[in-house]
């Protein structure tokens, strides 16, 4: 039997303890105040719920409220030290949601507008992609892991975290340009399929790939990104210049003195392949 719920909360004790029991918590203590702090994990997705019908305290553990109709995080856990889910509900906001997640913090497909209410510490990988999103006031200024934007309505990145240990995909948006708070990617810079006509502004540290493709780059003026490792972490572009082509490893990647067959084993991707296959390229370099 699924407990109904007439109210956003139980107000007994004993409604409490029978709720927690159906969705199998039996390691927790409810405090004075009817707070319930648990100690395992807790799980009820897709029960249709549209309001957390217990407040949450601390929970030492995941907390996964996905799949249900909520249209707020009232009551949700102040600290998780797992993970948090409430991806696939109705949330336009993530207000009354934990202030700290000990490891990921999942919240696509839902309706957000606003990343108000985010936790300030995530331990490991923040997904807000498939939202409503025109923003990211409110992010953190520090993600541990992945940040993950995509498949919103983003024109910019502004009020996006400085730093970001893993990667950061901010593909299928509006963007019309990368100026952003954006310093340094650990991992990959993903920006796909957007409306760029130029790279500048883009963070000024990727440690891995930058991906660019299916936009309308023209021009590499003001792009000043700096690899961390070696030319087979390269961006992904299609339609930049063959002489800026030429420049940029000339500059930045010091790879200029490479044959066509020594770089080939390198080409990520069959346009830039192509690019420099062409003949202007093979006559440019005399290959």
Known sequence: MIFAIPTPKFTSLNDISEWLREISISQYIVRED???DVFQNVAFPGKNLKHLPVSFGVIKG??????????????????VTG?????????????????IVGQRYLCMHNRLKSLKGI?????????CEYNELETLQYAPSHISGNFECSYNQLKSLQHSPVTVAGD????HNQLGTLASNLMEVGGSFVCDTNQLRNLEGAPAIVKKHFSCQENNIETLAGFNTVFGLNFNHMYQCDGIPIPELKEYYHENVKYVNMT?????????????????DSKVYRKQRKI
């Open 34 to 36: 009817l707070t319930v």
């Open 62 to 79: 995941d907390f996964n409220c996905s799949a249900n109709q909520l249209e707020s995080l009232h009551g949700a856990p102040r600290v």
């Open 83 to 99: 993970e948090f889910y409430c991806a696939g509900n109705r949330l336009v906001s993530l207000e009354y949601g934990p202030e």
């Open 119 to 127: 936790a300030q510490e995530i331990g490991s990988d923040f997904d």
């Open 168 to 171: 950061f995909h901010c593909e």
């Open 260 to 276: 066509y067959q020594e770089l080939s084993p390198f080409m990520l991707h069959s346009t830039l392949s192509e690019t420099l």
